[in-house]
Every structure is written in structure tokens, then in C-alpha cells.
């Protein structure tokens, strides 16, 4: 039972566009959320999260922007950079449990 | 300066051996992690400990043994080795293990069993 999906597994997107990732939850316990992003033969880095009690948040060219009603949350990249080509995974936890629950990750190209 | 170490990157072994994984953080953090990452690249915890004391273990079997000999180490030791554990392992730490803080990860061993 996947608690967190991300039914893209890639996606394409040239250089200056808008790259829009997205991740669907079922778990309503979950109140915290996470991007990571990760390159071939590396770990996965942290890259911005957010809690439950916000909709949005803002890390320079990043944005993370939550819908509870829906489960839903969405990475925005702005402008997209060659650089950014990687696997990124959503990820979730529930308050009191300290494990991270992943999704499969979706691999984006971003091309010159 | 590597955060989060893992040793080694790579590891090839025969089906029935015992193998170890090293962890090391230097990030002061109190709260480390093991997940596995299997051939469909789904990655899913192991086990968590909190200043050496373990707090999750995700129904993984006897043959994988945690050990944290400090708040900076968590190996990973696997005996009988099967086929089914060839994958990648990661190790990450948090800071104290609360649910609102980033994990952060090492880039991984990848086992693969003959």
C-alpha cells in the first residue's frame, strides 16, 4: 500500500520553463512534507519542505505548495535549470513517528 | 566535508555470506536511519535510532542486525545473505528525530548478491 505517489515518472521541461512536480498522499496522519532531490549514484539531498498548517513555501527558485483537501502537493521549479535534472522524491511523516514515507520519485530533464 | 559517510560505496558477495555497512555522521545529530532502496526505486526505512537506542525496526528480518556503538555510528550488519537483498542502502541522520526535520543521506552502498 503506496501512501505517497508520484504517477509521473518523468518529465521534460526547457531550460527558463516552469517545472511543476506532483504527489498525491492517503495518509491524513501525515503533517509534515519533504522534496528531495537526487542524482545518479548520490544520496537524496534535501531540498525544501512543509508543514500541514501552511500552503505554500518559498526557497529562492523552489516552491512547495500543499492542498490537504486534496492530499496533494506540488513542486514548483522556476526558472528550470539544466542543473535540476535529477530524481526528485516527495516524501511524508506523521507527527510522533519519525520514519519518512517516499514516493517512487520522478526523474526530470531539463534541457538546454 | 561529507555529512553523512557511508563504507563501502559498493559490495559483491556470494548468496550465505555475512556482510557489514558503516555509518558515520558528523553533523552532531542525535537520530540516524536505515533504508533500502530496491530494484523499483522505492525507498523504504529500516530501522531509526535515537542516541544509540532503537526506536524503529520495519518489520525487517533477524538477518539484519542495527548496531549503534555511538550516537555518530549506526552500522548495519546482514547475515545469510539472499538474493532479495541486493539493493541500494542508504543512511541518514536527523537531529532529533522529530517529524518535522529534514533527513539528511548518505550516497548509498550498493549490494549485490551472486
Known amino acids: 500500500d503506496q501512501q505517497v505517489k508520484q504517477n509521473s515518472p518523468s518529465l521534460s521541461v526547457q531550460e527558463g520553463r516552469i517545472s511543476i512536480l506532483n504527489c498525491d498522499y492517503t495518509?491524513?496522519?501525515?503533517?509534515?512534507f519533504l522534496w528531495y532531490k537526487k542524482y545518479p549514484a548520490e544520496g537524496p539531498t534535501f531540498l525544501i519542505s512543509i508543514s500541514s498548517i501552511k500552503d505554500k513555501n518559498e526557497d529562492g527558485r523552489f516552491t512547495v505548495f500543499l492542498n490537504k483537501s486534496a492530499k496533494h502537493l506540488s513542486l514548483h521549479i522556476v526558472p528550470s535549470q539544466p542543473g535540476d535534472s535529477a530524481v526528485y522524491f516527495c516524501a511524508a511523516s506523521a507527527l510522533g513517528f519519525q520514519k519518512l514515507v517516499f514516493g517512487t520519485g520522478t526523474r526530470l530533464l531539463v534541457s538546454p | 566535508d561529507t555529512a553523512v559517510s557511508q563504507t563501502p560505496k559498493y559490495l559483491v558477495t556470494q548468496m550465505g555470506n555475512d556482510k557489514s555497512i558503516k555509518c558515520e555522521q558528523n553533523?552532531?545529530?542525535?537520530?540516524m536511519y536505515w533504508y533500502k532502496q530496491d530494484s523499483k526505486k522505492f525507498l523504504k526505512i529500516m530501522f531509526s535510532y535515537n542516541n544509540k537506542e532503537l526506536i524503529i525496526n520495519e518489520t525487517v528480518p533477524n538477518r539484519f542486525s542495527p548496531k549503534s556503538p555511538d550516537k555518530a555510528h549506526l552500522n548495519l550488519h546482514i547475515n545469510s545473505l539472499e538474493l532479495g537483498d541486493s539493493a541500494v542502502y542508504f543512511c541518514?541522520?536527523?537531529?532529533?528525530?522529530?517529524?518535522?526535520?529534514?533527513?539528511?543521506f548518505g550516497d548509498g552502498t550498493r549490494l549485490s548478491i551472486l
Open positions: 541518514a541522520s536527523s537531529q532529533d528525530g522529530s517529524s518535522n526535520q529534514p533527513q539528511h
Open positions: 495518509n491524513s496522519m501525515f503533517d509534515y
Open positions: 553533523l552532531g545529530h542525535d537520530t
